[in-house]
């Protein structure tokens, strides 16, 4: 992975990828220290095969021993890190992976701590993003926001209107992930109260919840039930 030749360490890069397909393929990445050594190439490595080198740590995440591994490298900030790349491929991966690893609690306390809630939500508040990036961006601002920390965050620095434009946005996994952390955040009083306020909030979602997506009615009502729930 240190040869001067782009297409040589694309070849390694893919043969490696390919191996982590399986459990046993990532347990062997992991003993060999793939993941600290893509972790580190991974920010100066040529844009064109950051791609890969992220779908790897993907992978890599499936097993105990490797999201550990991945923990350990620092990926988490490193995904966060990608989310100013100048290119939509690598900012979509690096939310795909962030979001992946961050089903883990300890991937979303350290998220938090490297000011993900704002770089995910100035990103998804940009009309100009790709549709991909924020599908994927989305995403991961979901796993985050399950926890107390995300929630007071998200209250703090008022990114509750940018979240609310997700509902309307035509993407439907954009839309999904966009009720799903709003039924995350509606559990702070806090933001509940602004949920209520906001009349548009309450319309789109009773719209979406008498759709013809059974998926996103489904979560519409869960998140609805979450807005309007009474203590």
């Known amino acids: 992975m240190y040869d001067p030749s782009e297409t040589i360490r694309n070849n390694i890069y893919t043969c490696i990828m390919h191996s982590t397909r399986t459990a ?15 972790a580190a190439c991974l920010p100066d490595e ?34 966060i890190d990608l989310f100013s790349c100048k290119d939509a491929i690598v900012r979509a991966d690096a939310g795909r992976t962030l979001g992946f690893i961050c089903f883990s609690e300890a991937a979303k306390e350290e998220a938090l701590n490297n000011n993900a809630i704002t770089i995910i939500c100035d990103l998804l ?29 998200m209250f703090d620095k008022n990114y509750i209107g940018g979240i609310i434009a997700l509902l309307y946005d035509e993407d439907r996994v954009v839309k999904l992930n966009g009720l799903k952390i709003i039924a995350n955040i509606a559990v702070y009083p806090c933001i509940r109260e602004i949920l209520v306020e906001d009349n ?32």
């Open 200 to 231: 548009s909030c309450i319309v789109v979602v009773k719209r979406l919840a008498r759709g013809e997506d059974t998926l996103i009615a489904k979560h519409a009502n869960f998140a609805l039930a979450a807005v309007q729930y009474v203590p």
């Open 46 to 79: 040529a844009i064109t095969l950051k791609p890969i080198l992220l779908q790897t740590l993907h992978n890599m995440c499936t097993t105990e021993s490797g999201l550990d591994s991945a923990l350990a490298s620092g990926v988490v900030k490193v995904c």
């Open 24 to 38: 046993e393929g990532v347990e062997a990445c992991v003993y060999a220290g793939v993941t600290e050594r893509f």
């Open 125 to 153: 508040i940009n009309t100009n993003e790709k549709t991909e990036v924020k599908a994927t961006a989305s995403l991961a601002l979901m796993a985050i926001t399950t926890t107390d920390e995300g929630k007071r965050q």
